[in-house]
């Protein structure tokens, strides 16, 4: 199994440019998540989805759009990057939603918004 | 709202000498789960362990150890004869059901343990 894997690892892109970010997974579990972690700040939610078709922000969603078309896959889509959104991404996915359950993550992708 | 805090943003030791990072977590709930997750140079997030709300009994796992202490919001965790290959952020986390399940993470610790 791969577990959890991102596309791209690394991207570097420029103000205004939009790009999309997947995770998939193959361990089939419902629940998947977006992270965001900068220094500091250890890693903040941005969207999560709690199965096929259905998605939900988390803690800072804005300039982020997200879709789950398929139970293993979650697309990160950012529409007009801003330096901001300069950051380390990291997905993960958990069995269900029961609070006990560790989160599996993947490896990150580094985006760099000049 | 539930919050967790790492006042420790980087703990440099020798190798060998014992370390404590400390985690201070808050919530309202009775019943959550604590989480540590180490984050190695190599960038992806490794899960040491977990603790619910209603179990207090220290645990122990090779040279690391984890003291839960309810009356002080606390979940430390000690890594014993520390070891370069220790050098790493860790993570302290809380999950309960009035955050919808969420992972709250803190800020993290970078520990770096020099030969």
């Known amino acids: 199994n791969a577990g959890v894997t991102q596309t791209p690892k690394f991207r570097v892109l420029k103000t205004g440019q939009s790009m999309t970010l997947l995770c998939a997974q193959d361990?089939?579990?419902?629940?998947m998540y977006w992270y965001r972690q900068d220094p500091g700040m250890g890693l903040r939610l941005i969207h999560y989805?709690?199965?096929?078709?259905?998605?939900a922000k988390g803690e800072v969603p804005d300039g982020y759009n997200v879709s789950r078309l398929k139970k293993q896959n979650f697309l990160l889509g950012l529409e007009s990057a801003a330096p901001s959104q300069t950051s380390v991404y990291f997905c993960?996915?958990?069995?269900?939603?029961?609070?006990?359950?560790?989160?599996?993550f993947g490896p990150g992708t580094r985006l760099t918004v000049l | 709202a539930q919050k967790v805090t790492q006042a420790q943003t980087e703990i440099s030791v020798v190798e060998k000498e014992d370390v404590t990072l400390d985690c201070v977590y808050e919530?309202?709930?009775?019943?959550?789960?604590l989480f540590w997750y180490k984050q190695p140079p190599s960038g992806e997030l490794v899960f040491l362990i977990r603790?619910?709300?209603?179990?207090?009994q220290n645990e122990i796992s090779g040279r690391y150890s984890w003291n839960f202490q309810k009356s002080t919001s606390s979940f430390n965790f000690t890594i014993t004869a520390s070891q370069v290959v220790d050098s790493a952020v860790y993570f302290c986390?809380?999950?309960?059901?009035?955050?919808?399940?969420?992972?709250?993470f803190g800020g993290g610790t970078r520990l770096m343990v020099k030969p």
């Open positions: 993960a996915s958990t069995l269900a939603g029961a609070i006990y359950n560790e989160q599996f």
């Open positions: 361990m089939n579990h419902e629940y």
């Open positions: 989805s709690v199965g096929e078709g259905t998605t």
């Open positions: 919530t309202r709930d009775t019943t959550y789960y």
């Open positions: 603790r619910n709300s209603f179990d207090e």
């Open positions: 986390a809380l999950s309960s059901n009035n955050a919808g399940n969420m992972l709250t």
